[in-house]
């Protein structure tokens, strides 16, 4: 069990947690395809929380390593990027017609690269075990909790589809930007 506590193990304490979050993800992700919102959601801010523990984990126990910063990566990828996505498209664009539909997916796919592009650059930019005071672009946990924002406005008929598109192109351009974030 020693390798719970080994910076080098791919199961360490910490990768386990953000295993758990990309199974979070991966579930909250098919749920959507179901139409089973609710529970997608609650599987989405699980898999948040496991991304906050994990980093925990990671510097109490001095358990960073390259391929925990790539697994973390990867599991953000799936909760702030893939399923406030998938999310926001089955419920704001699913219904909407044919042309608001592809505009709706371009909007998607958009946000997707941009989430993408973020973590990459991210990951090109780290060093093992440091953290630096402030963000250079909004994270993408932060860009997820947006999206869900935006979910929820659309859900509450308070703001219309086109605002919903809007707002996406919009964060999609923050998680690249050179806005400067504190980081907690």
Request: charged content about 10%; aromatic content about 16%; hydrophobic content about 55%.
């Amino acid at each position: 069990m020693q390798f719970f506590w080994r910076a080098e193990s791919h199961f360490n304490l910490a990768n386990l947690v953000t295993m758990i979050n990309i199974a979070s993800g991966v579930a909250a992700a098919y749920l959507i395809s179901q139409n089973h919102f609710f529970e997608a959601i609650v599987l989405a801010w699980i898999g948040g929380a496991c991304d906050i523990i994990d980093g925990k984990i990671a510097r109490k126990y001095n358990l960073s390593g390259s391929f925990g910063i790539q697994l973390d990566s990867f599991a953000d990828f799936i909760t702030f990027v893939l399923v406030p996505v998938f999310l926001v498209f089955q419920t704001a664009f699913t219904s909407s017609g044919t042309q608001l539909k592809l505009w709706g997916g371009a909007v998607s796919i958009y946000y997707v690269i941009s989430g993408l592009r973020r973590l990459i650059q991210f990951n090109i930019n780290s060093n093992v075990g440091e953290v630096s005071r402030f963000f250079t672009g909004v994270p993408t946990p932060l860009g997820g909790i947006l999206l869900w924002l935006l979910y929820l406005g659309f859900h509450f008929e308070l703001i219309g589809v086109l605002f919903v598109s809007v707002l996406m192109i919009l964060v999609g351009w923050l998680l690249n930007s050179n806005v400067k974030i504190p980081h907690p």
